[in-house]
């Protein structure tokens, strides 16, 4: 089987940094992804990894060490606005890709 | 990125009635989509694999004759709940990806069923 673990939530003041960790153990292991969703809506892709190391895209950032089936989403400068789960995403490809997702990490960002 | 619509956006049927609900890829040819559940402040479950012109791959635990997949185009995916109970009520969401990297979302379809 599969799983992914990331903490539940996490509560940070504008203007901060946070990071958000995500261990997983998968077989046919493809990479690594993040999504952002707030509440009522689709998720949004933010990022993906199937490399290890660093990927920035402006105030977001994300990491992946596959010897370590570990990944990390780093959020800079953080607005108001990014209140809103984050979920780590494993694809693997078992004669097929597949998307499995982890059960979401809440962020509060406290003016 | 990719265009992912859904339709319809909500709907409320009652018991023991059927519902479909429509995946359009509209800019680019999806040969595979997913569908997913999501119940209030919890994950996506992915429930099957929508595999063009061929029978679609169901997660175990998800019941096939339950919620039937069509996906008789490049840019359609249908799923149909059947018999629809009130703990069928969710919001289903379709994905259509490319090599595995990014998922494309369409926008969801809140199902309640009284």
């Known amino acids: 089987g599969q799983s992914l673990e990331q903490p539940s939530e996490v509560t940070a003041v504008e203007g901060a940094i946070v990071q958000i960790n995500c261990t997983y153990q998968t077989s046919g292991f493809y990479g690594l992804s993040w999504y952002q969703q707030h509440d009522g809506g689709a998720p949004t892709f933010l990022s993906y990894?199937?490399?290890?190391g660093l990927e920035e895209t402006g105030r977001f950032s994300s990491f992946l060490s596959r010897s370590d089936s570990y990944g990390y989403l780093l959020l800079q400068e953080l607005q108001m606005k990014d209140s809103a789960s984050y979920f780590c995403?494993?694809?693997?490809?078992?004669?097929?890709?597949?998307?499995?997702f982890g059960a979401g990490t809440r962020l509060f960002v406290k003016a | 990125g990719a265009v992912v619509s859904q339709h319809p956006s909500w709907v409320i049927c009652k018991s023991g009635t059927s519902v479909k609900i429509e995946c359009r890829s509209l800019d680019f040819q999806a040969t595979t989509m997913f569908w997913y559940r999501q119940f209030p402040k919890q994950s996506l479950m992915l429930m099957a694999t929508s595999n063009e012109g061929s029978k679609a791959t169901y997660e175990q635990g998800v019941e096939k004759d339950k919620f039937l997949i069509n996906h008789a185009s490049l840019t359609l995916s249908t799923l149909t709940v059947t018999s629809a109970h009130p703990e069928d009520s969710s919001f289903y969401i379709c994905?259509?990806?490319?090599?595995?990297?990014?998922?494309?979302f369409g926008p969801g379809t809140r199902l309640t069923v009284t």
């Open positions: 994905s259509s990806s490319g090599a595995g990297e990014e998922q494309y």
């Open positions: 995403a494993v694809t693997r490809n078992t004669g097929g890709f597949k998307t499995i």
């Open positions: 990894n199937a490399l290890d």
